[in-house]
T-cell receptor
Framework: DGGITQSPKYLFRKEGQNVTLSCEQN?????MYWYRQDPGQGLRLIYY???????QKGDIAEGYSVSREKKESFPLTVTSAQKNPTAFYLC???????????FGPGTRLTVL | QQPVQSPQAVILREGEDAVINCSSS?????VHWYRQKHGEAPVFLMI?????EQKGHEKISASFNEKKQQSSLYLTASQLSYSGTYFC?????????????FGGGTRLMVKP
């Protein structure tokens, strides 16, 4: 079955540690996205990538970093510079010329 | 520029109708509608591209006004499964295909 996988589903980290969230898709989609969602809030764009080895900042990129070395993978690193990292993180992808975005199941990050 | 959704929350009895609005201060390239169940990923409902367009599937439909600054989502004869948070996502003409900006969401609860 084609889709997007995110791991882990729940993640706990101590303050000051960097943490990397995984996102993999087997839909052969060119574009991939990372969103952050806070309780009761909408989704805010962190980073997006339209092709391999290229990515752009979204609205709230500070304190985050990404890489796109493979078409299937778009990992997100939450660095210690992110002041309030506890949130629900969603990865999404979109095929070329398509409007519909597919979302992964999300990773809930809690920083203690 | 984040679109504005209204109302923020709606409580319905099964079988009742609801309308959710999504507004922008500038003309849009497209409007996307998603539904999210608690703790899950958003699920795509539909996308509207043309001014004056109306689209729907069974008892959920949406419209995009002629000026392409407002979209409305119509839920008729609501079912318990319609409960969740509805988000509109908008694209601007100068950044279409890249940045989808989401509204704050409308929480819908359908009671028996």
């Amino acid at each position: 079955d084609g889709g997007i996988t995110q791991s882990p589903k729940y993640l706990f980290r101590k303050e000051g540690q960097n943490v990397t969230l995984s996102c993999e898709q087997n839909l052969n989609h060119d574009a991939m996205y990372w969103y952050r969602q806070d309780p009761g809030q909408g989704l805010r764009l962190i980073y997006y990538s339209q092709i391999v080895n290229d990515f752009q900042k979204g609205d709230i990129a500070e304190g985050y970093s990404v890489s796109r070395e493979k078409k299937e993978s778009f990992p997100l690193t939450v660095t210690s510079a992110q002041k309030n990292p506890t949130a629900f993180y969603l990865c999404a992808s979109r095929g070329r010329g398509q409007g519909k975005k597919f979302f992964g199941p999300g990773t809930r990050l809690t920083v203690l | 520029q984040q679109p504005v959704q209204s109302p923020q929350a709606v409580i319905l009895r099964e079988g009742e109708d609801a309308v959710i609005n999504c507004s922008s201060s500038k003309a849009l390239y497209s409007v996307h509608w998603y539904r999210q169940k608690h703790g899950e990923a958003p699920v795509f409902l539909m996308i509207l591209l043309k001014g004056g367009e109306q689209k729907g599937h069974e008892k959920i439909s949406a419209s995009f006004n002629e000026k392409k600054q407002q979209s409305s989502l119509y839920l008729t004869a609501s079912q318990l499964s319609y409960s969740g948070t509805y988000f509109c996502g908008t694209e601007m003409p100068n950044n279409a295909g890249n940045m989808l900006t989401f509204g704050g969401g409308t929480r819908l609860m359908v009671k028996p």
